[in-house]
């Protein structure tokens, strides 16, 4: 098992930089798949990038390539989402989740949740 704690939101001008960070713990941290998901006022929680358990594949969101970028240290428990160029659309609450499994793509492949993490990007 794995507890998630994120940290790093706050709020930030548009075309601004946040970097989010998730730290975890427990023994198996670098067994599981890391994803961050959000979930903005009024609308279902949607992933937006997730990474391997040794870091060589991610992926993401066609709304965030090229601007957003995942990353994890195995040796330090902690999984960063570095945020660039933000956008009022990217306003949300930010969720780091850990999955079992080879995927990560959908909701249904996470077993563990942070609390999550306020992200505000003003126009």
């Known amino acids: 098992q794995v507890q998630l704690v994120e940290s790093g939101g706050g709020l930030v001008q548009a075309g601004g930089s946040l970097r989010l960070s998730c730290a975890a713990s427990?023994?198996?941290?670098?067994?599981?798949?890391m994803g961050w998901l959000r979930q903005a006022p009024g609308k279902e929680r949607e992933f937006v990038a997730g990474?391997?358990?040794?870091?060589?594949?991610?992926s993401y969101v066609d709304s965030v390539k090229g601007r957003f970028t995942i990353s994890r240290d195995n040796a330090k428990k902690t999984v960063y989402l570095q945020m660039n160029s933000l956008k009022p659309e990217d306003t949300a609450v930010y969720y780091c989740?850990?999955?079992?499994?080879?995927?990560?793509?959908?909701?249904?492949?996470?077993?563990?949740w942070g609390q999550g993490t306020q992200v505000t990007v003003s126009s």
């Open positions: 990474i391997s358990w040794s870091g060589g594949s991610r």
């Open positions: 427990g023994r198996t941290f670098s067994s599981y798949a």
């Open positions: 989740a850990a999955a079992l499994g080879s995927s990560w793509s959908g909701l249904a492949d996470y077993a563990y």
